[in-house]
């Protein structure tokens, strides 16, 4: 299309975040059409789209230039602007990276500026820059960067504008000071605007006298004009204003888009020369951005070990104690696998990934703190051998290469589930081992949905705001825009005067789905390298004290070769901490939750559905299943976690599985040799390894190509890939007999079953927190009941129905009060006193089992339960009851704590100072501790004592069972006593209103009201 050899220099994407309105995909194609002979991406301040760039380039064979537009001056995060960087002292800068050295360069002075102010506000300076990459570096790191003077906020753009061409010359002589006169150019566009030409005219002469390069760029913010409408609509957004408002800001053209280099050449004719420099200088910067992969860290070794022979150690340690020793293992065969997946963990070079993941797991031994390892990683025996898995892969049967083989791409992929309410110790613990410049969270791309994209394309168009989020809730929060509006055709307005939402909204919302809106953090992944994070992808401050956060998301990080570890808090695992913790205290004995003995018991209790609180099967669906599925030993709660699960339901493999294992239907298989990977699933196929362990038997795949297989089928883009491997298949079933129809068969089942098996590995290790949270529900409710009421937020249930289970359990739950309550819910033998191992009336001294009965403790609510008070305050208050003795009134409380009125009326309400008495020695009921709440609010350490009246109740009725029942529900969420429904039952039945358990013995097909 283009004549002229040209590279466009200056080029944003959506990833400069409501400064560029077209995706990099977008960008790589256009430049390719208009033939292009390079393109760079100079997002703002960062290179958060690098990686797509990257690949989208790749792709379509264009050379990639990978820079940033650096914001200096700044000190605070931006104003409400359409115009990004345009409060006083700001400054534009382009710099395009040379090299691989010069990325990584750019790659550090982006961080650090990131890193140096706060979320929003990086603070990069010219300063910084010649001493990081300019002519204050070491002669090492000096050359490897293009510096183009930018756009009209540009330093010399700027000054020409404001203070002219003498302040501008002053500003380019700066720059060729700070980086070098061959490093920097003068940068000219033309977007259509009437006084263009007389900029350009006035930098070129400036150039000229200053002996610096001039090159012609598009400074483009959109790949094509027909983009116009959606940037300027995105400068509304970003500006917090509409477009009405904005409009003096906008070019009056759509100007800013891609060009070939004919037309360049055509608008820059009058600067001879600039469009072919921008050429020649941008094929010069080109790389390919697999240049800067990184690998892992280092991993200390002792004894002069290297990182292979500390991992073999470490590892037979381990198997001695699970399998014992080789020449007399206990399980056949165990250290035949060890050594097969040694062997492949060194051939692949992963020893040192196997070591850090063990590293953190043996830092949450040493703190105690729960972890599991869950994932595939639970299918290597090695994994188990180091304490990383609590499943026995070898007793399973898991297959090894579902995790790792020489066939896959990639490191392995491990899993650490950590308590939810201690994860942020073990990302510390990552930061002080390798390093902040080493480590960093890994982001997660916030993007448009279609509620926010309609929210803010109808802000954009001047609608009020209350219209706006109107729209917005006609749809629905995920899926495609466009496919909701096709279902509901009058959603879209046919007239301007409709309460439907109007066609330019829809329009405008459509394009930006999924386009990127801001960064947040990842709910685990964390990477490590072996040289400075910082100097791969820049790094920032996420929104949460202390921890830095990547530019890239996880799948950015896999396709730059970097390697990621999933830290993931995981709820249940606190509850089972707080469970044990209270057991060891009220009962003097230590429970290991992985050692819990199988039990027949615990199994009853879930045979009957009896699982509130218990992890992953407390869902109605889980609970529905349970009495059908009848678990009586462990495998079965493997089934039962991945039954009810998405895939699997809509395989139709719920009811199949169930009837077989009832008796009702008889096992079959397709063919004979089928049998060994489905006998164990009574030849249901439900796990992803099932169809590897298909593959190899039906058609003497090896594993690794198994492997290969379960990828291809699962992904919608491999089906060259696929076309491959099917033909593979056919052959290997043709030679073992297996032909024609039931080829077909075999191979339909294999391809639809990919699409929704589970993976095995998932489903062990959540079985075993299944089981372990069981056990503990069936011997010790009070102490599993407290255990979730300090783990809240999580699982499925309310803090009330978690109680209310419990109590049904003959657990005693009593309400939260001033003396006797911790900050959590605790447990308590007597009235008024907390459990304590020195003092235990029901010593334990081995794992109940056969449905023992085993003495329960009350529960006692912890003060933060409470409305209005929460951690912090109760946390207070109990460390001044710890160190300076029991609170004697509500007036001792407020004089010793700073607590204010809300939280001492909400306290009141609970019956937290029942045990309490007022001045004249009554006791504080809650109708006459409320009397006084306010009055004595206003008794603070700092007042005079005796200013203050009211502080004293007079004689009042105490409150009625149903009031008070109401009075816990509102001031706990919970009532220890029962609901307050339980005192209308009588009145319900009158009305013929069931309760729950009635509906057993309700006649089939009658409509019923159920309360």
């Known amino acids: 299309m283009g004549s002229e050899s040209y590279a466009e220099l200056h080029c944003h994407s959506q990833f400069s975040f409501l400064d560029g309105a077209s995706t990099p995909e977008a960008l790589a194609a256009e430049a390719m059409r208009l033939e292009l002979s390079a393109l760079a991406l100079t997002d703002h301040n960062g290179f958060y789209g690098v990686v797509r760039f990257a690949e989208a380039a790749r792709a379509v064979g264009l050379p990639t230039i990978f820079g940033a537009e650096l914001t200096l001056g700044r000190t605070a995060p931006p104003v409400a602007d359409p115009d990004p960087g345009s409060a006083a002292g700001e400054s534009h800068l382009i710099i395009l990276a040379r090299n691989p050295r010069g990325y990584a360069l750019l790659a550090r002075a982006l961080s650090e500026a990131q890193l140096r102010g706060e979320k929003g506000a990086p603070r990069a300076s010219l300063a910084e820059l010649c001493a990081l990459g300019g002519t204050a570096a070491p002669a090492v790191d000096r050359n490897h960067w293009l510096v183009l003077t930018g756009c009209r906020k540009g330093a010399v753009a700027s000054a020409l504008e404001h203070y002219g061409p003498a302040a501008a ?52 913010h959109y790949a094509t004009p027909a983009e ?18 904005i409009d003096g800001w906008l070019p009056a053209a759509a100007g800013a888009h ?84 040694l062997s492949i963990i060194e051939q692949l070079g992963f020893p040192g990934y196997f070591l850090i993941v063990h590293d953190l797991v043996d830092f949450c031994r040493r703190n105690d703190i729960y972890c599991q390892g869950r994932g595939s990683a639970a299918n290597s025996a090695v994994c188990f051998a180091l304490g990383v898995t609590k499943a026995d892969a070898i007793e399973l049967g898991l297959l090894f290469e579902r995790f790792l083989s020489p066939e896959r791409d990639g490191p392995p992929d491990i899993d650490i589930d950590i308590e939810s309410g201690r994860r942020e110790e073990v990302i510390q613990y990552v930061y002080q081992r390798h390093g902040r410049h080493y480590a960093a969270q890994v982001a997660n791309v916030i993007t448009y949905r279609p509620r926010s994209a309609v929210r803010d394309m109808a802000s954009a168009l001047g609608y009020a705001p209350g219209q706006a989020d109107a729209w917005a809730k006609n749809v629905d929060r995920w ?37 990127p809106r801001h960064l947040g953090i990842h709910s685990g992944g964390m990477v490590l390298c072996d040289r400075p994070i910082i100097e791969v992808c820049p790094v920032e401050w996420a929104r949460r004290e202390n921890r830095s956060v990547l530019q890239w998301d996880k799948d950015d990080c896999a396709a730059a070769g970097l390697v990621k570890f999933d830290l993931l808090g995981l709820g249940m695992l606190t509850a089972l901490h707080n469970t044990v913790d209270s057991i060891t205290e009220a009962y003097g004995f230590a429970i290991d939750i992985a050692e819990v003995p199988q039990d027949d018991a615990v199994y009853d209790m879930l045979c009957v559905a009896d699982s509130v609180g218990v992890f992953q099967v407390e869902s109605r669906a889980q609970m529905a299943t349970l009495p059908r599925l009848k678990p009586r030993k462990f495998y079965d709660l493997v089934v039962e976690v991945a039954l009810i699960r998405p895939g699997p339901i809509q395989g139709n493999s719920v009811h199949p599985y169930i009837r077989r294992r009832n008796g009702l239907e008889k096992i079959t298989y397709l063919h004979p040799l089928l049998e060994p990977s489905l006998a164990k699933t009574l030849g249901i196929p439900l796990f992803q390894e099932q169809l590897m362990q298909m593959a190899i038997d ?59 098996g589970f993976p095995e590995s998932h489903s062990v290790s959540f079985a075993y927190l299944v089981y372990s949270s069981s056990y503990l529900k069936r011997y010790f409710p009070a102490a599993f009941c407290a255990g979730l009421l300090n783990a809240q937020p999580m699982g499925f249930y309310s803090p009330h129905t ?62 933060a339960s409470v409305r209005s008070v929460g951690d912090e305050l109760a946390e207070r208050i109990v460390a001044e009851r710890e160190a300076k003795g029991p609170y004697v009134s509500m007036t001792d409380l407020a004089q010793r704590v700073d607590i204010d009125r809300t939280a001492l009326e909400a306290m009141a309400t609970a019956g937290v100072f029942s045990n309490c008495t007022d001045r004249s020695g009554a006791n504080l009921d809650r109708r006459r501790a409320l009397w ?31 009031e008070l029942a109401g009075a816990d529900l509102w001031a706990t969420g919970v009532s220890p006593d029962g609901h307050p429904t339980l005192f209308e039952r009588e009145h319900l039945a009158s009305l013929g209103i069931l309760t729950a358990a009635e509906l057993r013995t309700a006649p089939t097909d009658t409509r019923v009201l159920v309360g």
């Open 169 to 220: 010359a002053d500003q380019l002589a700066l720059l060729v000071n700070v980086f070098g006169r061959d490093n920097l150019a003068v940068e000219l566009w033309d977007h259509g605007h009437p006084l263009d030409s007389v900029r350009n005219d006035a930098l070129m002469q400036i150039a000229l006298r200053g002996d610096v390069d001039l090159v012609a760029t598009t400074n483009a």
């Open 228 to 245: 116009r409408p959606l940037a300027t609509a995105l400068a509304a957004v970003r500006s917090r204003r509409s477009l009405d408002e």
């Open 258 to 341: 891609l060009r070939s280099g004919f037309e360049q050449a055509r608008r820059f004719a009058r600067y001879p020369g600039v469009v072919e420099r921008a050429g020649e200088l941008g094929q010069a910067c080109a790389f390919d951005l697999k240049l800067v992969a990184p690998n892992l860290p280092p991993f200390p070794c002792p004894d002069g070990l290297n990182e292979m022979g500390y991992l073999r150690r470490l590892t037979e340690r381990g198997a001695e104690r699970r399998y014992g020793p080789r020449h007399r293992e206990r399980v056949a065969g165990a250290w035949a696998q060890i050594d097969h997946e």
């Open 479 to 515: 899926g495609s825009l466009i496919a909701q509006l096709e279902d509901n055709a009058n959603t879209v307005a046919p007239e301007p005067d409709s309460d439907a939402i109007p066609q330019v909204v829809v329009e405008l919302a459509a394009q930006i789905e999924h386009a």
């Open 698 to 756: 039906v058609a003497g795949f090896s594993p690794g190509e198994a492997d290969q297989l379960r990828q291809a089928m699962g992904s919608k883009r491999s089906s060259e890939r696929m076309e491959r491997l099917r033909g593979r298949l056919f052959e290997g079933m043709a030679e073992r007999g297996i032909t024609g129809d039931i080829a077909e068969q075999i191979f339909d089942k294999l391809a639809a079953f990919a699409n929704f």
């Open 802 to 863: 978690l109680v209310a289970d419990a109590r049904r359990h003959g657990v005693v739950v009593r309400t939260p009060d001033l003396t006797a309550s911790g900050v959590g819910a605790t447990l308590e033998w007597v009235e008024g006193r907390a459990a304590a191992t020195a003092d235990v009336p029901f010593p334990i001294d081995a794992f109940p089992v056969g449905g023992a009965d085993v003495p329960q403790p009350a529960v006692r609510l912890g003060l």
């Open 932 to 962: 006084v709440a306010g009055a004595v609010a206003e008794t603070s350490a700092d007042r005079l004592p005796g200013i203050v009246t009211g502080t004293d109740a007079p004689s009042l009725p105490g409150l009625s069972d149903r």
